[in-house]
Every structure is written in structure tokens, then in C-alpha cells.
């Protein structure tokens, strides 16, 4: 017997609990599907050889590269998708970011909706996630319709000093907006806070629950408070099956310990990430959709984007006695600089190094610097900082099978402006009287960058009016099917340089209200 349900969401990350618990409040009946389970919560969350070098809670799957190569994605498979270990950095897209924009290597296209469609979700994702900042010091952020929810998280004295020698050299430092269950005072966590403000926040899982996460912030909650909502955790969703004019789903066949089972909603919305739901997509095919489910046009699984990025770490003869780094971040850079005219991107710090991870990716080059200093050593005279610059989408960049195996096909471009924001920031902490070495990262984001860093995933079916070019409507309906949404990055025509997550969340609360007008029509 096939149980049956207002909507079900397939994926419990940021898109799907968000547009999930938006729903629970229409008294529909909602089932939301996760392939995962919960994260165990023990001290191990906060072990960086478990988190990063053993990579622990990352997905135990092997994918390929275009010419064979083998990497384990950098996914994880648990209630709250990949928010669990994010850094929960939740920026607003530039307001210019929704309109086109030329880079040295092509443009970046406009959005089909624009900012101002953006801005009240936008406002509502900050107050639902608990954003910490402060509006007016980031000089790119976008209008806004209100101040941001809490106050800025306090940087540490060794960023203090950091922030006011940058903004000496006449650049605009600004608080790293953050998603975050923090009460402090005088820059410590109150004895009732939930974050105590430790040095595993960023990359780790929270065994306080202190990190605003999908799971955290929407899945619980709901549960708690709406009889109407059901998750089912370990069911991995396998194919979604049509009706035979192939323009409706009419089941969602899930696997689950061990046993096939099978569901229908009236209306479905899949939200795995862009990667995950591409291949669900792929993996429904039928004779109605012979190339994939809602892949008429071809663009199912194209177009993936997923930042141009770097962790650096900077050595310095000055130690650094930060715990909690993840504070300060400078948008001076991202649309353009006083020597190049095209953008280059976003520089934010990230959380301290250990000395497992440096111990964990340990390069010859590093060596030949340092070769008498112990990790731990080294860990405490560094400063780290993530940079992000755009990935233009390009159709070649895609997610396909090749029989059972999982190919992620992806060419690097627009890395001029990468390596361009990488010697600003050598040069602004030159300046500012550090004289660092820097040192390139790769545990942070999953080794095998780019092929591997698949935490910025987006735009394999994209949105807009095109039939043609675009897999979603505006509405991020599927052109080809009549029940049938997306709700995570998958939608992104463009991804811009800032962290993703707030957008995700934006848009799948504005889904969540078009699925909510068409269940009460």
C-alpha cells in the first residue's frame, strides 16, 4: 500500500527543513525524507583528526573525475544535510550579483527575478537562523529592511588588531554575519549561552547545538510543535516514478533498511543539494523523460558551480592565541580592485588550525619553510583565511553517470581573479606588518580541491523562463512536470562569491509560500 501525503520533501539540509517546516504550519500533511541519520553527538565532533583527517562524517562514496580519477566527495549525509559541519556564514548575494556581470574569463548572468523578490525571504532566513552582525560595516550589502537580528559576534584581540590595521590601510573590515546560538557579554559566552564560542565551530559538528543548522533551527522544531510533519531518516529516495503522461510524479520509491517502500504526495519537492538532486533526477528517467526527469532540455546536471576557493594559512612570528577566528571578513576586493578591473572576491577568516590538520596534509614546501617547528607550533603562529572568488557557469561543467559510477566533470576558469585576490591578501597583511608565509589547505574543503570541495554546490538546474536553457520555472517548478519542485542551490543561475546557505534558504521559503498558495487553492 502506497501511503499518501500533501507533500513530501526529499533532503533535510537548508533548502528542504526550511521549506519543510514553512509548510508544517499549513496543517497539510508534510513527510520529509532523509538518505541520513542524525549525527552522533559525543567529543569526538570537536577532534580535528576525526572531523578533517579521517574525514569521519563525510560521505563513504567514491565518485570520478572526467579522466578517471578517484575522490570522495565532500557531502554529508545526515538530519540537516551539510549545514551540520558549515561554517554558517550567511550572506545576502550582492544586490549586483542578480544582475550580469563581466568577469576576464565571461559573464556571469542575470538573474530572472531580482533582488528586491529576494529581500523580505532574505530578511525572514536571518531571523529564522539567528544572523549575528551588523548592518552598514560591509560596503557591498545589499539594501535591507531591517537591522540584522542579533549583534555582531566580538572579535578576539589578535583580530581586533587585524581589523584595525586593515581599516588603517583605508579598507572596510567588517562582522562576518553568522548563524550561530551565541549570548555574550565582554566578548565571552554567558553561562546560558548554547555556543560557548570554542575553537570547533567552523567544519565541525556541534555536539552543544549551538551552530544554527538546518537540523537545529528547522527539523526539531517543527517536529516539536507540528503533528503534521513526519521525517523518515535512513530512506534513501532511489527514483521517483511518473504517471503515464510522464507529467506528474506519482511515487517517491524509497530504500530503506533494506526494504523498498513506496510514497505519494500531491505535490514533490526535491531538495538533496544540486549534486545529489541532479542524479536523482538522472537516475528517474523513463520513457516519457528517456534523458532524466525534467531534462528535456538537456540542462540537468549542467552548469555546475561551486566557487573557486582556497583556505590559506598564514604564518606569522607573532603567535596567534585566537579560539574563536571566525569573525571579520573584507568585501573590498569583490567587484573589483585598484589594479584590475574585473571582480575578484571575498576574504573571510576561518577557524583556527590544529595540529592534526596540519599534521594531516603536512607538504614538502611547508616543511622546507618551518623544519624544526612542531605542528602545534605552527598551528598557534597562524592566522586563516577562506577566499572565494565566482565560478562562471559553464554547460561542460556537469554531473552525469557513466553506468553505476558517478562523474563529476569539472574544468577550472576565472582562476585569474582567484590567484589575483590571493597575493591581496598576501599584500594587505604584509602592510598590516604580519610578513606571513602562506600556506594552501586542502582538509578544510575535502581533498581534491576543485574536484572534491563540493561544499558550494549549485546550479545544475538552473531557473528561468527559457524552456529551452533552464530546467525550473520561476516558481522553481519543473517546466515538464506539474508537481514537481526544487528547493535547494540546484535553481542558481549565478553564484556570486559569498557563501550560498542564506540564499538557499530565501528562495526555499519563497517556494514554501507558492506550494502553500496552490495547497489552499
Known amino acids: 500500500m502506497t501511503e499518501h501525503y500533501d507533500v513530501i520533501v526529499i533532503g533535510s539540509g537548508p533548502g528542504g527543513a526550511s521549506l519543510a517546516a514553512r509548510l508544517a504550519t499549513s496543517g497539510?500533511?508534510?513527510?520529509?525524507?532523509?538518505?541520513?541519520?542524525?549525527?552522533?553527538?559525543?567529543?569526538?565532533n570537536w577532534d580535528s583528526q576525526t572531523v578533517f583527517v579521517d574525514g569521519a562524517y563525510q560521505a563513504q562514496e567514491t565518485w570520478y573525475g572526467r579522466n578517471g580519477e578517484s575522490f570522495r566527495p565532500g557531502l554529508h549525509y545526515y538530519v540537516g544535510g551539510n549545514s551540520k559541519v558549515y561554517g554558517a556564514a550567511l550572506f545576502r548575494l550582492r544586490e549586483r550579483d542578480f544582475g550580469e556581470v563581466q568577469h576576464k574569463d565571461g559573464i556571469s548572468p542575470a538573474w530572472p527575478l531580482s533582488y528586491d523578490v529576494f529581500e523580505p525571504y532574505y530578511a525572514e532566513a536571518e531571523r529564522l537562523f539567528h544572523v549575528h552582525g551588523l548592518r552598514g560595516e560591509d560596503p557591498l550589502e545589499p539594501r535591507s529592511s531591517g537591522p540584522l537580528p542579533y549583534p555582531p559576534v566580538s572579535h578576539e584581540p589578535r583580530v581586533q588588531e587585524l581589523h584595525d590595521a586593515l581599516a588603517g590601510q583605508g579598507l572596510h573590515p567588517f562582522h562576518l554575519p553568522l548563524g550561530i546560538l551565541l549570548d555574550e557579554k565582554n566578548g565571552k559566552a554567558t553561562p546560558t549561552s548554547i555556543c560557548i564560542r570554542c575553537d570547533a565551530f567552523d567544519g565541525f559538528p556541534c555536539p552543544l547545538n549551538g551552530k544554527a543548522d538546518a537540523q537545529v533551527i528547522c527539523v526539531d522544531p517543527a517536529l516539536k510543535v507540528h503533528q503534521n510533519l513526519s521525517l523518515l531518516t535512513n530512506a534513501y529516495v532511489s527514483k521517483l516514478e511518473t504517471d503515464a503522461s510522464g507529467r506528474s510524479v506519482a511515487s517517491v520509491i524509497v530504500t530503506r533498511n533494506g526494504e523498498q517502500e513506496r510514497y505519494s504526495g500531491d505535490i514533490v519537492v526535491v531538495a538533496c543539494g544540486a549534486l545529489s538532486s541532479a542524479l536523482l533526477l538522472f537516475r528517474s528517467a523513463n520513457d516519457k523523460h528517456p534523458n532524466g526527469l525534467a531534462n528535456g532540455s538537456g540542462q540537468v546536471g549542467r552548469n555546475y558551480m561551486r566557487h573557486n576557493q582556497s583556505i590559506l594559512m598564514a604564518l606569522t612570528l607573532k603567535p596567534n592565541e585566537t579560539v574563536f577566528q571566525k569573525t571579520l571578513a573584507l568585501s573590498d576586493f569583490y567587484f573589483r580592485s585598484d589594479d584590475w578591473e574585473y571582480p575578484l572576491g571575498l576574504i573571510q577568516m576561518c577557524a583556527t588550525s590544529h595540529g592534526a590538520q596540519i599534521r594531516g596534509e603536512a607538504l614538502p614546501e611547508w616543511l622546507?619553510?618551518?623544519?624544526?617547528?612542531?605542528?602545534?607550533?605552527?598551528?598557534?603562529?597562524?592566522?586563516?583565511?577562506?577566499?572565494?572568488?565566482?565560478?562562471?557557469?559553464?554547460s561542460e561543467n556537469r554531473i552525469y553517470y557513466d553506468g553505476e559510477r558517478i562523474v563529476l566533470d569539472v574544468t577550472e576558469g576565472n582562476m585569474e581573479a582567484h590567484h589575483r585576490l590571493k597575493r591581496k591578501l598576501e599584500q594587505i597583511l604584509s602592510n598590516a606588518g604580519a610578513h606571513p608565509v602562506m600556506m594552501e589547505r586542502s582538509l578544510y574543503l575535502g581533498k581534491g580541491i576543485?574536484?572534491?570541495g563540493t561544499a558550494h554546490q549549485a546550479g545544475t538546474a538552473r531557473f528561468g523562463t527559457d524552456r529551452e536553457i533552464s530546467v525550473l520555472d520561476l516558481n522553481c517548478k519543473a517546466h515538464e512536470l506539474d508537481n514537481l519542485y526544487i528547493a535547494d542551490a540546484s535553481f542558481f543561475p549565478s553564484i556570486g562569491a559569498v557563501n550560498p546557505t542564506l540564499t538557499i534558504i530565501a528562495n526555499a521559503l519563497r517556494v514554501a509560500d507558492k506550494i502553500k498558495e496552490r495547497l489552499q487553492t
Open 28 to 44: 497539510k500533511r508534510i513527510l520529509l525524507l532523509e538518505r541520513g541519520d542524525y549525527l552522533p553527538r559525543s567529543p569526538a
Open 450 to 452: 576543485p574536484i572534491g
Open 368 to 394: 622546507e619553510w618551518m623544519p624544526k617547528m612542531p605542528f602545534e607550533e605552527m598551528a598557534r603562529h597562524s592566522m586563516d583565511f577562506w577566499l572565494s572568488s565566482e565560478d562562471l557557469p559553464r
